[in-house]
């Protein structure tokens, strides 16, 4: 079972880029790398998904090192109402039994 | 993107009666769902798998017979909640997938408390 570690905090300010890294030293070949937004009282949202190098989409980026031991989500000029957890989750297609072990998270505050 | 529905949305029960909900999938096929538990300030905490037609499979620590879960179609699954207590006060979130997609879709969320 890949195991994730990511900072319980981070603060910052409107307009900045935030980067949000997760650990995952024992990745296994078929593992995916998943990262949801969660606010508070609502269920976890999808934000982006990868499996090597560089994935980006209308809202984040998500840089992959080779080794895959490690990954970064990026959000670009962060505004207020990205205030939210920010889980990172890795798992393969084949075996949903190991996909959905939620970490702490990542409790982003953007101030004004 | 795949909308997923629960409920009720919240419900405050008596301690000692059950208490059902109910997660759709709205515009997909959900092939399998899972349902969480989250505890105040906590992550989200995998309580069963189920796939259409078949057993659920529980976490280790999840009573199965305290939380039974049916995933009678393709687009709903319940959990109940029996004989519920106060310890069982929580926020309930169901996720579903489409077979062979490794992207969770979660519902809502259900805010349960039992007084």
């Known amino acids: 079972l890949a195991k994730t570690t990511q900072p319980i905090s981070m603060d910052s300010y409107e307009g900045q880029e935030v980067n949000i890294t997760c650990s995952h030293n024992?990745?296994?070949?078929?593992?995916?790398i998943t990262w949801y937004q969660q606010f508070p009282s609502q269920g976890p949202r999808f934000i982006i998904q990868?499996?090597?190098t560089k994935v980006t989409n209308e809202v984040a980026s998500l840089f992959i090192p080779a080794d895959r031991k490690s990954s970064t989500l990026s959000l670009p000029r962060v505004s207020l109402s990205d205030t939210a957890v920010y889980y990172c989750?890795?798992?393969?297609?084949?075996?949903?039994?190991?996909?959905?072990?939620f970490g702490p998270g990542t409790r982003l505050s953007v101030l004004p | 993107g795949a909308v997923v529905s629960q409920h009720p949305s919240r419900v405050i029960c008596k301690s000692g009666t059950s208490v059902k909900i109910e997660c759709r999938s709205l515009?997909?096929?959900?092939?399998?769902m899972f349902w969480y538990r989250q505890f105040p300030k906590q992550s989200l905490m995998l309580m069963a798998t189920?796939?259409?037609?078949?057993?659920?499979?529980?976490e280790q620590g999840v009573e199965k017979d305290k939380f039974l879960i049916n995933h009678a179609s393709l687009t709903l699954s319940t959990l109940t909640v029996t004989s519920a207590h106060p310890e069982d006060s929580s926020f309930y979130i169901c996720?579903?997938?489409?077979?062979?997609?490794?992207?969770?879709?979660f519902g809502p969320g259900t805010r349960l408390t039992v007084l």
């Open positions: 996720s579903a997938t489409a077979g062979g997609v490794l992207e969770q879709f």
């Open positions: 024992n990745i296994a070949t078929n593992d995916y």
């Open positions: 990868g499996y090597k």
């Open positions: 989750l890795v798992g393969d297609r084949d075996n949903y039994g190991q996909n959905f072990v």
């Open positions: 515009d997909f096929q959900a092939t399998t």
């Open positions: 189920s796939n259409e037609g078949s057993k659920a499979t529980y």
